[in-house]
């Protein structure tokens, strides 16, 4: 098994492969750090840290690399390609699976006396973030619910015909099942919508398709997104 290294060595790498992929070289990425505003990150810091003579990267310069190089930060913490382990900290090494799950906000932190409380402790820390997963999730279920109403109500029918009124019986039923999944699935992101800002979040506006729809099948708007 790969010895994963520290955080500070794996984020390296990452940098180091994300420069070897992409074409990078010390200048230009610093001139790409200074442009996003980082201009301590110069062509000499670059170097040192690419050649292993700077042991230790910033949080502010971990960001600022992810962003110039286009890298998924919590990725640039893992050795993904180099070990099925992961080191979270200097005496914590855990499976890669574990690792990436709690970077991405999925999973509480991977640890051997985990107990009730360790996981309620997780949920309530850890609000915010599951509090933006799950609007994601949700918004993303009613669309695919739009998409698929969409595409049940512009399937051609036939004009006429022997069973034309029972073709269109069972179309009109489709979409009024579909219209019943939907309104569910959009009274459920109206309450978390409202969830989150009750937890003072500050959730994007909800899209103008959805909210159509929930006046449509007569769904409250979550609150401060009346017409």
Do not use: F
Not at 86 to 111: C, K, N, Y
Not at 129 to 156: C, F, I, M, V
């Amino acid at each position: 098994m790969t010895d994963p290294g520290s955080v500070t060595e794996a984020l390296i790498a990452a940098v180091r492969e994300a420069r070897d992929r992409d074409g990078w070289n010390a200048r230009t990425l610093a001139q790409a750090c200074a442009a996003a505003g980082m201009p301590s990150l110069d062509q000499s810091t670059i170097t040192n840290i690419l050649n292993n003579r700077r042991q230790r990267i910033g949080v502010d310069e971990w960001l600022t690399l992810a962003y110039v190089l286009n890298l998924p930060p919590a990725q640039m913490l893992l050795p993904l390609t180099s070990s099925d382990r992961a080191r979270l900290t200097p005496g914590v090494v855990v499976d890669q699976e574990a690792a990436l799950r709690w970077l991405l906000g999925q999973t509480s932190a991977p640890r051997p006396d985990s107990d009730l409380e360790h996981e309620l402790r997780w949920a309530r820390n850890g609000a915010p973030l599951l509090g933006w997963q799950e609007l994601w999730q949700l918004t993303g279920y009613a669309k695919g619910l739009l998409r698929e109403r969409e595409a049940a109500a512009s399937r051609p029918l036939p004009d006429e015909g022997k069973y034309l009124e029972m073709l269109l019986k069972v179309h009109q039923n489709e979409l009024e099942a579909i219209d019943r999944r939907l309104r569910t699935a959009l009274l459920t992101l109206t309450e978390h919508y409202d969830r989150m800002h009750e937890q003072q979040l500050s959730p994007p506006a909800c899209e103008p398709m959805l909210l159509d729809e929930m006046d449509r099948l007569e769904v409250p708007r979550p609150k401060g997104m009346s017409k």
